[in-house]
């Protein structure tokens, strides 16, 4: 929680404008009552004077009363503003912060936390950590201003009204302890809730083409609607917790009121008092009770928020689990070697399980090369590659890009040298230009062009109602799949990496586009690595090199030709493949 209050300093200056404020406003609220009871008493009653009414007093004294309440008002204002200046920004910085460092987590990092938690913590969660900031500047001091102030001005008008506030105090924190007991286990369940809920909108609405694919609408709107009837249960249970503490409160406060009506109206009659301090002392007694349901309000802000805060410090105290290297220059990836992935006695498995996926794995791409990795489905294909940019450290042995260890480098350094290209082509809502120079900001309509050109997608783009400016949809839906794939392998070789890694990124193209964009890299892209993850054979063939895996081991590499004189599990991919064509041949 420090983590969170410390945003909070850089605008302390706006929150102290904004509590002093606040005390000028309640300083102003608890002088008016005090001239009431002057108005009661000397200038309708006329007590200390002839015995008559004093009409002036009465119009002096009330414009007084007006002036302080227009005073008293733009103080509020004013309170508000440097207020809700000040939680806002810090909530500001705060979701600024929290993005941040979700886009510097790991794989490994997004799955722990979930997407659905991500959304609800720099959202819902951000909000309840500015209601705690403003509670704590404005409410806490208007709060124990009320208090202080009216049991100092109640006692001082007559010390026998006390006995009042000290029997209703007691039960009116009574009823906040136990309704802030109660509450406070319920906001992290709530939060919990609103994640689960935030998960299963962002995977259904993702997902939407899969859901209607399979008609399972009503599933899905079941699933929904069962985690939202779990969220509603916990909301209705803080609900009626809640709905306690107002009423109990209400009961106290008018009993005080009456209290203070029948020992002041005693004193009355004996003369010991007068009417206008009676209901000063109402007024007075109002304050403080109203200023303790305020109260039993901030222990319920707080203790969401306090829930709220520890959520957002898990984000921004998370330790990253990949740490950044010391090598931090601008392009430590140059000179013939640029290019050259090794592993040396790599092993792996993902965090939290045992069961290695790679084992021992010895390998040399030279720089230049083009190289292809088969194997059959969970052999560790895509494991391997992950490696590479360091998506995920290896757990044994080392893996190295241009001579130097991968975990000595920055991850900016590196992930600008290795650049991957994923079967699932993600496009963002924007223009097929702007998702293309994502590669490269900086890139010019004549580089991008190019980019397109060589990925083979520069004739689709041109056909397309307005060429390169044409919007794509979110998630690139508007496009069909080898388009998006074309359009992301553009986006790709726009950046000129040493390294380019194709996750089995040419799978919605057909052989000849396929072909096409094969002969581009090897006439356009001689010094680049090329790392291809292929399942077609007819792809294959077109590496310098074929890297067959099988169970996370190396079986062997080679040419087509020899790979299918020594690796049997080359032959039986090449004869699968075979005799499916031969079906889908004979089927046609």
Same mark, same amino acid.
């Given at each position: 929680m420090r983590t969170i209050f410390s945003y909070a300093k850089k605008y302390i200056f706006l929150a102290f404008l904004g509590a002093g404020f606040m005390v000028a406003e309640v300083t102003l609220d608890l002088i008016q009552p005090r001239m009431m009871a002057r108005i009661v008493n000397e200038g309708i009653l006329g007590v200390g004077?002839?015995?008559?009414?004093?009409?002036?007093?009465?119009?002096?004294?009330? $414009?007084r009363m007006i002036l302080l309440v227009i005073a008293g008002s733009i103080a509020g204002i004013l309170s508000g503003v440097f207020v809700n200046l000040t939680a806002k920004s810090a909530g500001n910085d705060i979701r600024k912060d929290c993005f941040t460092r979700i886009?510097?987590?790991?794989?490994?990092?997004v799955d722990h936390f979930s997407t659905g938690s991500l959304i609800t913590r720099t959202t819902g969660d951000v909000d309840q950590v500015q209601q705690v900031f403003s509670m704590m500047i404005r409410t806490v001091v208007r709060c124990a201003m009320l208090f202080a102030g009216g049991t100092f001005a109640?006692?001082?008008?007559?010390?026998?009204?006390?006995?009042?506030?000290?029997?209703?105090? %007691?039960?009116?924190? +009574?009823?906040?302890?136990?309704?802030?007991?109660?509450?406070?286990?319920?906001?992290?369940?709530?939060?919990?809730?609103?994640?689960?809920?935030?998960?299963?909108?962002?995977?259904?609405?993702s997902g939407i083409r899969v859901v209607k694919s399979f008609v399972q609408e009503e599933r899905e709107s079941a699933r929904?609607?069962?985690?939202?009837?779990?969220?509603?249960?916990?909301?209705?249970?803080?609900?009626?917790?809640?709905?306690?503490?107002?009423?109990?409160?209400?009961?106290?406060?008018?009993?005080?009121?009456?209290?203070?009506?029948?020992?002041?109206?005693?004193?009355?009659?004996?003369?010991?008092?007068? %009417?206008?301090?009676?209901?000063? /002392?109402?007024?007075?007694?109002?304050?403080?009770?109203?200023?303790?349901?305020?109260? +039993?309000?901030?222990?319920?802000?707080?203790?969401?928020g306090m829930v709220s805060g520890k959520r957002l410090a898990e984000i921004l105290e998370d330790k990253p689990d990949i740490e950044d290297g010391v090598l931090n220059r601008e392009r430590p990836l140059t000179g013939r070697r640029s290019g050259e992935v090794v592993f040396d006695h790599v092993s792996f498995h993902y965090p939290g399980q045992t069961q290695e996926i790679l084992r021992d794995v010895n390998l040399k791409i030279n720089s230049g090369e083009t190289v292809a990795i088969v194997? +059959?489905?969970?052999?560790?294909?895509?494991?391997?590659?992950?490696? $590479?940019?360091?998506?995920?450290?290896?757990? /044994?042995?080392?893996?190295?890009?241009?001579?130097?260890?991968?975990?000595?480098?920055?991850k900016k350094v590196l992930r600008s040298a290795v650049t991957v290209c994923l079967q699932k082509s993600e496009l963002f809502a924007e223009t097929i230009r702007d998702n293309i120079a994502y590669g490269d900001p900086d890139a010019t309509d004549k580089e991008i062009r190019e980019a397109a050109s060589y990925a083979q997608a520069d004739g689709f783009i041109m056909e397309q109602p307005e060429g390169y400016q044409t919007m794509v949809a979110q998630g690139g839906y508007s496009l069909s799949g080898g388009q998006r794939q074309r359009v992301a392998i553009a986006r790709a070789l726009l950046r000129q990496s040493p390294v380019l890694i194709l996750d089995d990124s040419t799978s919605a193209l057909d052989l000849k586009t396929e072909a096409a964009l094969y002969q581009a890299l090897r006439e356009h892209y001689q010094g680049t690595t090329k790392i291809m993850i292929v399942q077609r054979i007819a792809s294959a063939r077109q590496a310098d090199r074929i890297i067959v895996l099988d169970n996370g081991t190396v079986e062997a590499t080679g040419t087509h030709e020899e790979l299918l004189k020594i690796s049997p599990v080359y032959r039986d991919i090449c004869e699968s493949q075979k005799k499916a064509a031969d079906t889908e041949g004979g089927a046609a």
């Open positions: 004077g002839s015995g008559h009414p004093d009409i002036s007093l009465v119009i002096s004294v009330g $414009i886009m510097n987590f790991s794989f490994q990092e109640l006692v001082t008008l007559n010390l026998s009204f006390s006995v009042v506030l000290a029997v209703a105090l %007691p039960l009116i924190l +009574a009823d906040i302890i136990f309704i802030v007991w109660k509450t406070n286990p319920l906001f992290n369940l709530l939060q919990k809730k609103t994640d689960d809920l935030n998960s299963v909108i962002q995977e259904d609405i929904f609607d069962m985690t939202q009837d779990e969220l509603l249960k916990t909301q209705f249970k803080v609900t009626v917790l809640m709905s306690f503490l107002r009423p109990v409160m209400n009961i106290v406060l008018n009993l005080g009121v009456v209290a203070i009506i029948a020992i002041g109206g005693y004193q009355v009659k004996a003369g010991s008092i007068l %009417p206008g301090t009676v209901m000063a /002392a109402i007024t007075y007694i109002s304050q403080i009770l109203n200023g303790m349901m305020m109260l +039993a309000m901030i222990f319920q802000t707080m203790s969401r194997g +059959a489905t969970g052999c560790g294909k895509t494991s391997l590659i992950n490696l $590479i940019p360091r998506y995920y450290d290896v757990t /044994a042995g080392t893996v190295k890009v241009g001579g130097i260890d991968v975990r000595r480098y920055s």
